[in-house]
């Protein structure tokens, strides 16, 4: 089979491997459509490695393991691969473990599927396992203010859904030039508002503490973690609140002491976390099927495994705007191994 491995400076090798073997717990999927996250390009950069990064798979179910039940082969399913081990979506064949796999509707395509399991679920440990919020099953029975900052991101978009099934409101959602996206997501009949951060770290100050009125700040879900983002939260969260990072703060940044922070790990469905990642990805199916989880909105880049490169640097660059950039791996054609350096 054809695997895409990416290297640091967002380089990119195709290479022939064998079609890998799924475990008893793991299920062997032929990939349509590979989903992309920052991390696919910061990974490489930050530890100096080579490896096929993909974790956003969509596609059909070819094999499974002697332990698994509820995938067969024929299934429309997606996935999420666990990070930093081998066989991942860049690839025509992928492994996940069957706790992190579901099912696709029928209804649901395979770009929209492979713009879902990382970003989705990392929105899910965020809200619940991190900021210890309501779950959709026993959710808010009174007003819980909740900051979402980089709302248009997928992982923001993803919170935003997940929060409103928890009946979480009302929702302060920091955004920049795709707040048009997000409009549609929130409910301004509950007191959801959109505040541009393009107006300035103080005037984001100011107009969290509006949105706020005379409600305490208690839960932030930083889903930027860049640029101020958790220092500007910081000067509005009130005594006993809690944050969550989905990058690490800078090392010479500490927060208020007033203020509990934590970093959401997505891998921690793949380790101290599994039954809850098994439960979320069911219920996102779920979702899907009813039509009230709304897929981030995909941008196909030509060419399969070899629109990686162009991808990752669209993503690196900050061009993803309220979008995921997917490939059709069917796309890649009958190619000979090749190396794809940044021009």
């Known amino acids: 089979m054809k695997e895409a491995l990416v290297g640091p400076g967002t380089t990119v090798e195709i290479i022939d491997s064998p079609i890998p073997k799924p475990n008893a717990d793991q299920v062997l999927i032929k990939v349509h459509v590979s989903g992309s996250n920052p991390k696919d390009w910061k990974v490489p950069d930050w530890r100096q490695v080579t490896a096929n990064q993909g974790d956003d798979i969509a596609g059909v179910v070819q094999d499974v393991g002697s332990n698994v039940t509820e995938f067969k082969p024929g299934d429309r399913v997606a996935a999420y691969h666990e990070i930093m081990t081998p066989h991942g979506s860049y690839a025509e064949y992928a492994i996940s473990w069957q706790h992190t796999t579901f099912h696709l509707p029928q209804k649901t395509t395979f770009e929209e599927g492979a713009a879902i399991p990382l970003a989705a679920m990392t929105s899910a440990v965020g ?16 007003p819980i203010p909740l900051v979402i900052y980089g709302a248009a991101s997928a ?103 007033h203020i509990t922070q934590s970093t959401t790990l997505v891998g921690s469905v793949h380790s101290d976390a599994k039954d809850f990642g098994y439960v979320y990805f069911r219920y996102i199916s779920r979702g899907l099927q009813e039509g009230w989880f709304k897929p981030q909105p995909q941008v196909v880049v030509p060419g399969g495994l070899r629109g990686i490169k162009t991808g990752l640097e669209n993503l690196k660059a900050g061009k993803a705007n309220a979008i995921k950039y997917v490939f059709i791996i069917g796309e890649t054609g009958d190619i000979k191994s090749e190396l794809l350096k940044t021009d």
């Open 155 to 257: 992982v923001g978009s993803y919170a935003i859904q997940l929060a409103r099934q928890s009946n979480i409101h009302p929702l302060i959602c920091v955004a920049g030039k795709s707040q048009p996206h997000v409009e549609k997501l929130i409910d301004r009949s509950r007191g959801d508002v959109v505040i541009d951060y393009r107006d300035g770290d103080d005037a984001v100050v100011d107009a969290l503490k509006k949105a706020a009125g005379e409600s305490k700040l208690l839960h932030a879900l930083d889903a930027v973690s860049e640029k101020n983002s958790y220092v500007n939260l910081s000067r509005i969260l009130a005594e006993g609140a809690k944050i969550t990072l989905v990058l690490p703060p800078s090392e010479d940044y500490k927060f208020p002491p």
């Open 127 to 142: 809200l619940y396992a991190r900021l210890g919020l309501p779950q959709p099953w026993t959710p808010a029975t009174k």
